[in-house]
């Protein structure tokens, strides 16, 4: 969350979606540098901070590839 700067709930939000790929251990998840790092380069200039703008991302992602 701390590299983020967003709260425990968006996190989950981006893993849901399938944004960020958490290993799970127990009732928590862990994250990699390197999961964390592919976020911020395939969504770097896109607004992913609520479920509407992750579709929208997504979408758009989806089309240019």
């Known amino acids: 969350c701390n590299i983020f700067h967003c ?6 939000m981006w893993r849901q979606y ?3 790929k958490g290993l ?3 009732k928590n998840y862990i994250y ?3 999961e ?8 770097t200039g896109y607004d992913i901070s609520n479920p509407v703008h992750v579709k929208e991302a997504l979408n758009d ?5």
Not at 61 to 65: A, I, S, V
């Open 7 to 12: 709260n425990k709930n968006q996190i989950t």
């Open 18 to 20: 399938g944004l960020l």
């Open 24 to 26: 799970r251990t127990g």
């Open 32 to 34: 990699s540098r390197k």
């Open 36 to 43: 964390i790092e592919c976020i911020l380069d395939r969504f």
């Open 61 to 65: 992602l989806e089309n240019n590839e």
